[in-house]
Structure formats: structure tokens, C-alpha cells
């Protein structure tokens, strides 16, 4: 200290300004991610939040966007045009992390977006993406595949293949959405459901596409059939999430079962 120059220091001003940031940030990053995006519905709408997303480079855009809470995501992934539902599916597909830099850039631009004010430029690209910690890119991925034609996820995926050296990541291997299932061998099919909860499928099944859920539940034997829309009733659009997202991983679980046991290969049903 003895050796500082004093006019090289920020004002006071400037220096309690520089400290607040920094304290905001700290305190923002010792959140829950639940506790930091849960409002993001409230604040800024679907729309909102598509258009916030939107106006991001893509790779941001897609952080932004796997933060959401699964109930907004996938309300936001309908709004989406089908454009940028491809170009966040092909970030997500990158990596399943996000460094403390982004971090903390997303959070200065919700800061910015509440207050009206212009959206701070995005940090340099940083180069390596298998650093920092993990987020439900998977579950993102869940979400917005579905919504997508399949002839662009079969691109999508031959990409990600290519980024990988020819492997998928084996965290790919919490992806699920619906067409999936019915890649699957009939006979295969009826034993991999055996293995999850029937209140969980139903719940699971409720937050589909209605036209692919008519069309799932009808390939089904008629007492699978009667189960399922016997489970159809929530009494809270909660119960109904937790239902769904119980079924989700009960469904994850029952298909790397079956790919450990070498009756399926995961790269034949994922694309």
C-alpha cells in the first residue's frame, strides 16, 4: 500500500459502485438456480423470456434458456420460431456446463432486462466448453427436441457426433423425448414400460404434444391404456410437474438399462 499511487485509485464513488457489483454478483451466485430463474415467468412472460433469449448469441441464448424452470421452458420452446429452436438445440448439444463467467454474465443481463436497460456485451468465447460446473442441458434438450423436425435432429446430432470424435457424450444419455420410444422394438417397448411407475408414465405422457400423446397411448395394450388415462388427474399443476418429471427419470433409467444390456444401441433411437 505504501507504494500505490493515489491517483491511479477509483473515486470513492466508483470504487463502492465496482464493490456493490460485486457483492450482487457473489450473492446471486450462491443462489439455488431455482431461486435465481423461478421469477423469470412472472417478470418477463413466455414471450418475454423467448424474445430475452433470442436477442442473445445463440450460445448464450441456450444457457439462458437450460436455466429456465422446466414448466416455462417448455411453454418458451413452443413460442420459439423454428430457427432458433435448431440453433439453441445445437449449442445445448455442445456441453452440459457453464463456466463462472457465463454465469455471471447471465445474471447482469436479467439485472439489465428488469431494469430496462441495454443488454451488457456477451464475454469473449472462452474455447474449452467441458469446464465448469454441470447444468440439465439434457432436460433442456428434452424439452426442445420433440419440437423439432426430425430430419434436422438427424443434422443436429451427426454434428455433435462429428464435435465429439465420432462418440456421443454419454451424458446424451439423459436426453429422452417421445419419438424415442417408439423407435423402440415393439417387444422392447412393453418390457421397458414395465419398468416405470404408472402414475409416473401418466403424468410424463400429460405434458406431451397431445397428438403424440394420443398416438403413444394408443400403441399401448388396453390395460396399459386404461392405467395411464386412469392417472391422467392432477389436482395441482404441481403434482402434475412432479408426476412428469418422476416418469421422465424413471423412463431415463428404464432405457439405459436396456442399452447396457446391449438390446438397443442409444445412438439408433437419439437422433
Known amino acids: 500500500m ?14 463502492f459502485r465496482v464493490l456493490n457489483q460485486h457483492s450482487i454478483s457473489s450473492t446471486l451466485m450462491a443462489q439455488a438456480d431455482a431461486e435465481v430463474y423461478r421469477s423469470l415467468r412472472e417478470e418477463f412472460g413466455s414471450n418475454g423470456v423467448a424474445n430475452l433469449i433470442e436477442s442473445l ?18 411453454d418458451v420452446a413452443r413460442i420459439m420460431s423454428p430457427e432458433l429452436r435448431v440453433s439453441i438445440a445445437n449449442e445445448l448439444l455442445a456441453s452440459n456446463r457453464i ?16 431494469a430496462g436497460k441495454p443488454l451488457p456485451p456477451a464475454p469473449p468465447a472462452q474455447g474449452i466448453l467441458d469446464r ?11 424439452v426442445l427436441l420433440p419440437l423439432i423436425e426430425s430430419s434436422e435432429r438427424g443434422a443436429l446430432f451427426a454434428r455433435a457426433q462429428g464435435r465429439s470424435g465420432g462418440t456421443l457424450p454419454l451424458w446424451y444419455q ?27 408414465l401418466a403424468g410424463w405422457s400429460s405434458v406431451q404434444q397431445p397428438a ?3 398416438s403413444f397411448i394408443a400403441r399401448l395394450a388396453p390395460a396399459m391404456q386404461n392405467a395411464i388415462r386412469a392417472n391422467m388427474s392432477f389436482v395441482s399443476r404441481e403434482e402434475q410437474r412432479t408426476a412428469a418429471r418422476r416418469g421422465q427419470n424413471e423412463l431415463i433409467s428404464a432405457v439405459k438399462k436396456q442399452v447396457a444390456r446391449g438390446k438397443v444401441s442409444f445412438a439408433e433411437i437419439i437422433a
Open 212 to 214: 403424440w400423446q394420443e
Open 99 to 114: 463456466s463462472k463467467e457465463e454465469t455471471v454474465h447471465l445474471f447482469e443481463v436479467l439485472d439489465a432486462a428488469r
Open 174 to 200: 439423459d436426453i429422452l423425448y417421445g419419438d424415442m420410444l417408439l423407435k423402440l422394438p415393439e417387444e422392447l417397448q412393453r418390457d421397458l414400460l414395465l419398468d416405470v411407475d404408472v402414475r409416473g
Open 57 to 74: 448469441p445463440p450460445h448464450h441464448g441456450a444457457l439462458l434458456f437450460g436455466h429456465v424452470p422446466t414448466d416455462c421452458q417448455q
Open 132 to 142: 465448469g460446473r454441470q447444468f440439465d442441458a439434457a432436460g433442456a434438450l428434452s
Open 2 to 15: 505504501k507504494t500505490v499511487d493515489e491517483k491511479a485509485l477509483l473515486s470513492d464513488a466508483e470504487f
